[in-house]
């Protein structure tokens, strides 16, 4: 019996909340606990154990990295929120707003570091490929989150220098997490790589969706509109309508969001009215498509049968907020 | 032939001098490379490659590790830095001052990876343990900053409590060191456990004889005095004052470095009075020769012959600044 996307995920909430961190000095380790029990969708340990199980393997042997995984993007979004000045994470103040930014910093380092603890516990003959496969995710997530604070301050990027961006921040730890998953349940190498294809098209494709949502999302759905064009984000949507826009429809774009002239309401109207008139909307739809259906063809080509792969392709579809 | 200290530091400076990292993102990385290529005494990766020799090992072998540790140390004071708000950094801006927090955050984050990274390169029959060795020695480091920390806005601080913090946040790196060296030279556990211990008492007389120096130092050898006073920083001399201060005098010492109708000299010389009258000058000697002694004296007692520890004691001398 093989676990479903929901069952996995109560699978890893409760060893979750069996972890122990030392109660002291308590301001290096109450943040751990508190950024750890802030909820989230844990989509990467998920991943990562749902891709043992389609290989084949023990779920419980992989928990220790399923952990690691977590923390680790945990330990991001701390150190994120420093650094985009963030005072809110899901609902709650953030460690950097609640504690401060030396507070943040510290207890962010000890949990990658505990990540990497987390990590040692695997069977010793499988450790050193997991954690080759962990540096090189870890570093991608840092190269990714540079070069999306580099945009801020560039005046032209690319679509091609968006979605290698995009390929770091956010599909590298999927990727990764998935690696790892089959890594540890012994898969032949030309299947690893595919699972490693499979959950990078998705993150793109997750990401672009997750880019358009916030200029054509459904309100009624509590989706908040406009939040990165008021934000002045260089998102696949904005980079789509600068390389397509006129000089002076490109002024529009870059300076909007810095006009004191306009309501917030009249930034996103501004800006939308562009996107709309520059057709962004179905080019980034195009783009999500092709990757969500590469990601899905991968899946048919791996060495295993479809029935194995039945719940990766049920957490993609969660993935993209999709019934089929 | 085994290699000296000075030997040694040249092999290990030309091995990182080969350090390689990515061009791409430069926020990133060129931090890394202005980090590690500004100097230190590179004690930790020393003090590493000296345990593997004096065990017999292979020096080759445990290069990876001992760039893994040097870098760590890097890590560690690119963070402390923006803690502390420190814009100079051995003789240079600190990457804090030069680049911002956060570049300084990320390319901090980077390099512990990169640690791990290098440490990923060990023979894997050995990799287990020292991954755990490493990890309990790179929380220990995160807890005694943040211990160091905690101490800024404590009334009171034992004389325990404060060895326990520097114990952590000075000689941890240096114990673990010298057991990562011993551990990659096969050496037996018994040992191991010693060479922990003299690596500890060592750091713990280092940093004493740095908190001494502060106030004792030697003017005419270049040595500033009265930074830490001036800071109003709990040193093991500010400790060991307030314990033997009259409520009078705590209250003198407490509040003389935000007195602000006092210059920088009259500071200092009003905290040194009370450290002379208190006489912790000669109580914080006693603590350092005691510690020195016994990281001496550990020394003899490992299953080696003292032929082959004779560089780990030239290391302690020369740490200590003494000729013999």
Redesign the interface.
């Known amino acids: 019996m093989t676990h479903t996307n929901d069952t996995m995920l109560e699978l890893f909430e409760s060893v979750l909340r069996q972890m122990q961190t ?1 109660e ?2 308590e ?2 380790y109450a943040p751990i606990i508190y950024s750890m029990s802030g909820g989230g969708k844990r989509l990467r340990p998920v991943l990562l154990l749902l891709t043992v199980e389609a290989f084949g393997g023990d779920v419980d042997e992989a928990m220790c990295a399923a952990q690691a995984v977590e923390i680790f993007h945990n330990f991001t979004l701390l ?1 994120d929120d ?2 985009d000045n963030a005072a809110m994470r899901r609902g709650k103040p953030s460690v950097f707003a609640k504690w401060g ?2 507070v943040a ?2 207890s ?3 949990m ?3 990540a ?2 987390l990590l ?1 516990e695997l069977n ?1 003959a499988k ?2 490929r997991v ?2 496969i962990f ?1 090189d995710m ?2 991608e997530v ?2 990714g ?3 999306d ?2 945009f801020e301050d560039k005046d032209s990027v690319s679509a091609e220098e968006y979605i290698l961006m995009i390929e770091r921040k956010t599909s590298a730890l999927l990727s990764g997490s998935a690696m790892i998953g089959a890594t540890i349940a012994g898969a032949a190498e030309e299947d690893v790589k595919k699972i490693y294809r499979f959950a990078t098209e998705l993150g793109l494709a997750f990401q672009l969706q997750d880019d358009m949502l916030d200029s054509y999302g459904d309100e009624a759905l509590g989706k908040k509109i406009g939040g990165d064009i008021l934000e002045g984000k260089k998102t696949f949507l904005m980079v789509q309508a600068m390389s397509r826009a006129t000089d002076e429809e490109r002024k529009v774009l870059c300076t909007t969001h810095t006009n004191s002239a306009l309501s917030d309401a009249e930034k996103i109207a501004t800006v939308k009215a562009l996107y709309d008139k520059l057709d962004v909307r179905h080019a980034t739809e195009q783009q999500i498509e092709l990757r969500f259906e590469r990601a899905l063809a991968l899946l048919d080509t791996l060495s295993v049968g479809s029935e194995r792969t039945a719940h990766l392709r049920e957490f993609a579809r969660n993935l993209m907020g999709r019934k089929k």
């Open positions: 030392p002291e000095p301001l290096l150190h420093i650094m930014g030396n910093i510290l962010g380092d000890a990658l570091i505990t990497y603890k040692a010793p450790l050193p954690m080759r540096n870890a570093l840092c190269e989150q540079q070069y604070m580099d």
